[in-house]
């Protein structure tokens, strides 16, 4: 099947934009509109299309988790859209570093990005696997590292700060206390991933607080 370069660039700058979210096709879809032919972009053209960029390792989506609560808060099932590296989103959407430097939202996307790329590698290296989770109650987890000896660990993504890794340890320990201990183990660990720092450190609730250069496989 021959592609089009141009919109093939087109859905790689949605993707980028969109990374680290639950978007689907229709978001997509609705991103590409202001620069589609009368009519849009068509849904299977999309599929076709991102299918093509997970093929060639482009993409790669982070599945949800769907763990044993002990509340009855529905759970979000849609992955999580991720490059498999952030230096190709960048690529994508023509940045470059001073362009994230001055808007940090963005770069904090790109970090996640970067994150999770690191996190897959080192959890395949131990024969394991990367999640993420979200409900419908807004409480969230950007990554889940599981091992095959059924253990895991949460893990929140912050570019760095006191204010900003709070929030993460609140979130971290909300969700553990969340989890039906008496159906599945409790959480191994619990882990905020920062962007800047010479060691990691442990936070008095137990909160491990590790710098993305200090992370092993």
């Not at 849009?40 to 769907?66: Q, R």
């Not at 529905?74 to 999580?80: K, L, S, Y």
């Not at 979200?134 to 895991?152: F, N």
């Amino acid at each position: 099947m021959l592609r089009d370069p141009d919109l093939a660039l087109r859905i790689m700058k949605s993707l980028a934009r969109l990374q680290g979210t639950q978007s689907s096709v229709t978001a997509i879809r609705a991103d590409l509109a202001p620069n589609a032919p009368h009519g849009g972009v068509h849904e299977n053209t999309v599929y076709s299309y991102v299918g093509a960029l997970k093929k060639i390792f482009v993409v790669e989506d982070m599945p949800a988790w769907c763990p044993n609560l002990r509340c009855k808060t529905p759970v979000r099932t849609t992955d999580t859209r991720y490059f498999t590296d952030p230096s190709i989103a960048t690529a994508a959407l023509g940045l470059g570093p001073s362009n994230l430097m001055d808007d940090l939202k963005t770069f904090g996307l790109f970090f996640e990005t970067l994150v999770a790329r690191d996190l897959r590698t080192y959890a395949a290296a131990n024969d394991g696997k990367v999640s993420h989770y979200r409900d419908k109650s807004g409480l969230e987890c950007d990554a889940v590292m599981h091992l095959r000896d059924g253990s895991y660990g949460l893990i929140e993504v912050k570019i760095g700060g006191e204010m900003l890794i709070d929030d993460g340890r609140k979130k971290l320990s909300r969700l553990a206390n969340e989890i039906d201990t008496k159906k599945m183990r409790e959480p191994a660990f619990r882990m905020i991933v920062v962007a800047e720092g010479d060691y990691a450190y442990e936070e008095p609730d137990g909160t491990l607080v590790c710098p993305i250069g200090c992370l092993k496989p």
